[in-house]
C-alpha cells in the first residue's frame, strides 16, 4: 500500500466503527497560550476534555498534522540521525469522548493492525501502566486483561510513569496508556534477543507504532488525581512508521512519504543518496525540514525572530547549514523542493497547492538572508581564528561562540566544525553557561504560576451574548489565582459574558463587575481552552452572589470600528492590486488596527490612496450587517464568505457581510459601515518576503490624525506669512537652504585652510619631530578631524594635539605621522587617553589617530598642555 492507501484504509475503518472523521486541524496553535504547535492529535480536542466544550460527535477520528520541535516533546536533534524521529509528522487518531473506553480502544486497534492492514501478529508487542506507588495508582489490569485475548503475556510488557502514564501538563486531564510495537528485525535477530527485550529501549527496529490513551483522571495543582466525570479515548499513531512497517523498510525515509524528496535533494546537488553517512543524514535533515517550513507557512506562520516565527526559522536555517555544510549549497536550493513535496502530498493537503507562490518566495528569501549570514559569520569567525592563534591559544572563548550563536544566528555545530579544521575548539563550558543564563531569562520572563480553579457552581457552558449586549447580570462561576513575575492576578469565569474575548487578531474587551457594594475592573478578556476568562487585580469581597457585568462601550465602539475597517480593507486591496491578496495575520485594536497581506512589492501612493478611496466610499455607503450565525460551513464558502488559510473552522460558522465584503468572522462589528466614519492608512511596509503590513486609523482617531496634520500645515504657512503655494515656498526654501550651505562649506574650507596654515607655521621642532597643540576655534568643531588629516598630508614626522568645544562638550583629538606611529615611540590611544583625565573623559583609537570627549570644557587648555608634556617624555 501506498502512503494515500493507508491514510484512507485508517478514515475508512474507524467509519465503518460510527467514527465521524473530522479535517486536520492547524499545525500552528492560535488562541492557546500554553501551546505554540499542535504536537498531538488530541490538541484541537483539549477543551472537550477540559470539559469546556461539548463534543461535535461521540467519536471521530482523523489524520493530524504535528510539530515537535520544543518543550519536553522535542525530537529535534534525532531528526535525520536515526531512522523514525520527525520534526512535522502525521499523527493518525481515534476519540471517544465519555462513549467506548478500552475494550472497545483495544479490539479496534489490534483489528486493524493484524485484520485490515495484516501486520504479522508474531512481530507485535502491547504495554500497559505497571502502576506508580507516588501516584497511589496500581496497575492497569483491566487494559492489561483485554490484550491477553490477543497477546500471550510475555508480551504484555509493564511500562513506567514516564512510558505508559499520559499527562496534558503539569495539571489537568492524564490517564495511563497502552502503547503498541512493532518488532521490525529479521527472523534471525527476534531469535536471538526477545523483542519484549528491546521494547522502549530505543532499538531502531523495535519502535512504538500506536499509543491508545485512557484518559479518566484530572491531575490538580497539588499533584493529586481525582476520577474524570466522563472518561475519554486518545489514540495516535506515526503515520510514517506505520508506512515503514506496511512497506517493509527499514526507515521512514525509505517510504514513498520521503523517496520523492530525497530524489529531488539528490538531484539538485548532484549528491548520491545511501553512499556516504554525513551527506544522506543531511539529505533526510532537508526531507524532513522542508515539510515542517511549508506546512507552517500554508498554516500561517512565517518565520520570524520571536515565538513560533522563532522556531520555524531556526529549523529552516537548520536546514540551510546541512546544505551548506555537507551538500555544498552556496546558492537558495530549498525553495525547489516545493514541487516534490506537492506530489507527495498534495492530495491530501491542497492548501499546499494554493499557497505554492507564497511557500516558494518566503523560503527562498529566508534562504538568501541566511546564507549571508553565513557568509558574514564566517568572516568573524575567521577573525576570531587569527586573533586566538595570535595569542597562541588553542581554545576559543565561548563567550564570543554564544555571541556569533545568539546574536548573528550562526549555528554552534557549524563553529565548531571550522575550528576543528583550525585545530581549535570553543570553550564548552563557557558557551553551556551563557546558553543556561539566556534560558533562564525568558523562563524567568515567562513563568506563570497557577493554582487550581475554585468553583462555585456547576454549569455547562459559559454562554458569550457580547454581539447583542454590553451589559447583563452574572454570577461567578469559578475563579483561579495565577502569577506572573511576582504579580498576583485572578482569572474569573462567569456563567454568561458580554465580553468578547482576545481572539481573531482582536483584542479583548475591559470594563467592570458591580454587585451593588463593590465595583471590580476586568483589565482583560482572553480565551484559554475555550474558557472566556476575565482577568481582574483583585477578587470581590463577596465573590458568591449576582453582578452586573458592563463592557466599557466606548473602546468596543473603536473596536468595533476598526474591525469592520479590516473586512472593507481587505476587500478593497483585492480589488486594487488583485485576487492573490490574502489576509495572513491581524491586530484590531481600539486605537488602531494592523493587516497583514500576502503581496510581492511596495505599495505606490497612487495604490494606497485608491485603497482608501474605496474603503471610504464604502464607509459612506453605510452598508448594514448582515450577520449570519451558525450556518454550515458549506453554504458560507457558496456564498463566496473569505475562508483564510491556517484557520480550523467547524461546521456551522459565523459569516460576516458589508455590501459586496463577506467574511467568516467571530469578532464584533458595527451596525452600518458609517459608524467608522472615516478610514485613514498611516503606513505601509514589507514584514517578511511576501507579506506587506498596512496600519490604519479610523473614527476619532483619523479625525485627530487629520487635525494635527492640517495644523501643521496652517502653521508652516504662518512661518512663511503666505497663503500662496506652500509647496513652491518650502521647495524655494530648500533651494536657499542648498545655496547656503554650499556657501558655509566653503567659508568653511577656507577657515580651515587659514587655520592649517597657522598651526603648521607654528609648530615646535623635538628631537627631529614637529608638535603641533593647540584648541581651536569652536565653529571648526565638527571639521577638527579632517582639519587634522590635512594637516598630516603636509607634515613628515609630527604629532597634532587639537581640542575644541562643540557646543559645550570638549572634544581632543591627536593625529601622529604614520612612520612615527609604526616605530613604536609614540601610541595615539596613550596620549589621548592620559590627557582625556583633564576634561573629565575617555577616549581610543588607533597608534596614528584617536579622539576623547569629556564633560568639563575649562579643561581643554589643561589638556593639552599635558599632553605637550606626555609627548615631550616619550620623544626625549
Not at 368 to 397: C, H, P, W
Amino acid at each position: 500500500m501506498n502512503a494515500s492507501e493507508i491514510r484512507k484504509s485508517f478514515w475508512a475503518f474507524f467509519e465503518s466503527k460510527q467514527h465521524r472523521i473530522v479535517s486536520s486541524a492547524p499545525m500552528v496553535v492560535k488562541n492557546d497560550p500554553t501551546l505554540m504547535f499542535t504536537n498531538a492529535g488530541m490538541n484541537q480536542f483539549k477543551d472537550i476534555f477540559l470539559g469546556n466544550s461539548k463534543p461535535i460527535a461521540p467519536r471521530v477520528a482523523n489524520s493530524q498534522k504535528c510539530l515537535r520541535v520544543s518543550g519536553k516533546h522535542n525530537d529535534l536533534e534525532e531528526v535525520g540521525h536515526d531512522t523514525y524521529h520527525h520534526t512535522m509528522f502525521e499523527m493518525l487518531g481515534n476519540w471517544s469522548f465519555g462513549d467506548y473506553f478500552k475494550e472497545n480502544a483495544i479490539n479496534w486497534a489490534w483489528e486493524y493492525l493484524t485484520e485490515v492492514l495484516n501486520i504479522d501478529k508474531r512481530i507485535l508487542y502491547a504495554s500497559v501502566f505497571e502502576g506508580d506507588k507516588d501516584m497511589g495508582l496500581d496497575k492497569d489490569m483491566e487494559a492489561f486483561n483485554y490484550w491477553k485475548q490477543f497477546l500471550p503475556e510475555e508480551k504484555i510488557i509493564n511500562g513506567n510513569r514516564k512510558d505508559n502514564f499520559w499527562e496534558m501538563g503539569e495539571m489537568g486531564p492524564c490517564g495511563p496508556c497502552s502503547e503498541i510495537h512493532v518488532d521490525l528485525r529479521s527472523e534471525e535477530e527476534r531469535k536471538k534477543i526477545p523483542g519484549a527485550q528491546l521494547v522502549n529501549a530505543d532499538h531502531p527496529e523495535v519502535i512504538e507504532v500506536w499509543n491508545l490513551v485512557f484518559i479518566q483522571f484530572n491531575r490538580k495543582a497539588d499533584g493529586s488525581l481525582e476520577p474524570l466525570p466522563s472518561k475519554h479515548v486518545d489514540t495516535g499513531m506515526g503515520f510514517e512508521r506505520l508506512c515503514r512497517v506496511l512497506q517493509q523498510k527499514q526507515s521512514n525515509y525509505d517510504t514513498d512519504v520521503f523517496v520523492p524528496i530525497i530524489n529531488e535533494i539528490a538531484e539538485i546537488t548532484q549528491t548520491p543518496y545511501g553512499k556516504n553517512e554525513e551527506t544522506d543524514i543531511a539529505m533526510r535533515v532537508i526531507a524532513d525540514h522542508i515539510r515542517t517550513i511549508a506546512f507552517s507557512i500554508t498554516d500561517g506562520q512565517l518565520p520570524s525572530n520571536n515565538k513560533a516565527g522563532y522556531v520555524i526559522r531556526r529549523i529552516l536555517r537548520r536546514a540551510i547549514r546541512y546544505g551548506y555544510t555537507f551538500l555544498e549549497q552556496r546558492q537558495s536550493f530549498m525553495h525547489k523542493l516545493l514541487p516534490a513535496l506537492i506530489n507527495s502530498m498534495g492530495d491530501a493537503y491542497p492548501e499546499l497547492k494554493d499557497q505554492q507562490e507564497l511557500i516558494t518566495k518566503v523560503i527562498k528569501e529566508e534562504e538568501e538572508s541566511f546564507l549571508r549570514t553565513l557568509a558574514t559569520g564566517i568572516t568573524m569567525l575567521d577573525k576570531i581564528i587569527q586573533q586566538t592563534k595570535g595569542g597562541n591559544y588553542k581554545v576559543v572563548d565561548g563567550k564570543v561562540a554564544f555571541e556569533l550563536y545568539d546574536t548573528y544566528g550562526f549555528p554552534l555545530d557549524l563553529t565548531e566544525l571550522i575550528l576543528k579544521e583550525n585545530d581549535l575548539v570553543i570553550n564548552r563550558k563557557e558557551f553551556e553557561k551563557e546558553m543556561e543564563a539566556q534560558k533562564n531569562r525568558a523562563r524567568i520572563a515567562t513563568a506563570i504560576e497557577t493554582e487550581d480553579w475554585v468553583t462555585l457552581l456547576q454549569d455547562d457552558v459559559e454562554e458569550f451574548i457580547g454581539y447583542d449586549y454590553l451589559e447583563t447580570d452574572i454570577t461567578i462561576v469559578k475563579y483561579r489565582k495565577v502569577t506572573l513575575k511576582n504579580k498576583s492576578l485572578y482569572q474569573l469565569v462567569f456563567n454568561i459574558t458580554p465580553f468578547y474575548a482576545e481572539s481573531g487578531g482582536q483584542v479583548g474587551d475591559t470594563g467592570y463587575i458591580d454587585n451593588g457594594s463593590e465595583k471590580v475592573e476586568i483589565i482583560d478578556t482572553k480565551k484559554e481552552n475555550n474558557l472566556i476568562v476575565h482577568i481582574t487585580k483583585k477578587l470581590p469581597k463577596e465573590i458568591k452572589g449576582e453582578f452586573k457585568a458592563i463592557v466599557n462601550s466606548t473602546k468596543r465602539q473603536d473596536i468595533a470600528n476598526n474591525h469592520t475597517a479590516t473586512h472593507l480593507l481587505h476587500q478593497a486591496l483585492r480589488e486594487v492590486l488583485g485576487t492573490h491578496v490574502e489576509q495572513k495575520g491581524s491586530l484590531v485594536h481600539s486605537d488602531y488596527l494592523r493587516f497583514d497581506f500576502s503581496h510581492f512589492q511596495k505599495l505606490t501612493r497612487e495604490e494606497i490612496e485608491k485603497v482608501e478611496k474605496l474603503v471610504n466610499k464604502r464607509v459612506r455607503a453605510n452598508f448594514a450587517l448582515e450577520e449570519m450565525r451558525e450556518i454550515p460551513v458549506a453554504k458560507a464558502h457558496d456564498l463566496g464568505a473569505m475562508m483564510l488559510f491556517g484557520e480550523k473552522y467547524g461546521d456551522l460558522v459565523r459569516a460576516i457581510k458589508f455590501g459586496d465584503s463577506i467574511e467568516l468572522c467571530g469578532g464584533t462589528h458595527v451596525k452600518h459601515t458609517g459608524e467608522i466614519g472615516f478610514f485613514k492608512i498611516i503606513s505601509e511596509a514589507s514584514i517578511a518576503s511576501g507579506i506587506r503590513r498596512i496600519e490604519a486609523v479610523t473614527g476619532v482617531k483619523a479625525e485627530e490624525m487629520i487635525m494635527t496634520q492640517h495644523n501643521l500645515l496652517l502653521a508652516i504657512q504662518d512661518m512663511f506669512k503666505s497663503s500662496g503655494n506652500l509647496q513652491k515656498n518650502i521647495e524655494s526654501l530648500m533651494t536657499d537652504n542648498n545655496k547656503l550651505s554650499k556657501d558655509l562649506d566653503s567659508m568653511k574650507q577656507n577657515f580651515i585652510n587659514i587655520e592649517k596654515r597657522n598651526l603648521i607655521d607654528g609648530a615646535k621642532e623635538l628631537n627631529g619631530v614637529k608638535l603641533i597643540a593647540a584648541v581651536i576655534d569652536s565653529r571648526l568643531g565638527d571639521k577638527m578631524k579632517d582639519l587634522a588629516f590635512q594637516i598630516k598630508k603636509e607634515m613628515g614626522e609630527f604629532v597634532a594635539i587639537l581640542g575644541t568645544d562643540v557646543n559645550g562638550k570638549p572634544q581632543l583629538s591627536v593625529v601622529i605621522s604614520d612612520e612615527l606611529a609604526q616605530s613604536g615611540r609614540i601610541n595615539a590611544v596613550e596620549v589621548i587617553r592620559d590627557c582625556a583625565k583633564e576634561i573629565q573623559g575617555g577616549g581610543g583609537g588607533q597608534p596614528f589617530f584617536a579622539t576623547a570627549g569629556g564633560k568639563n570644557p575649562n579643561g581643554l587648555g589643561s589638556a593639552i598642555e599635558r599632553a605637550k608634556a606626555f609627548v615631550s617624555e616619550k620623544l626625549s
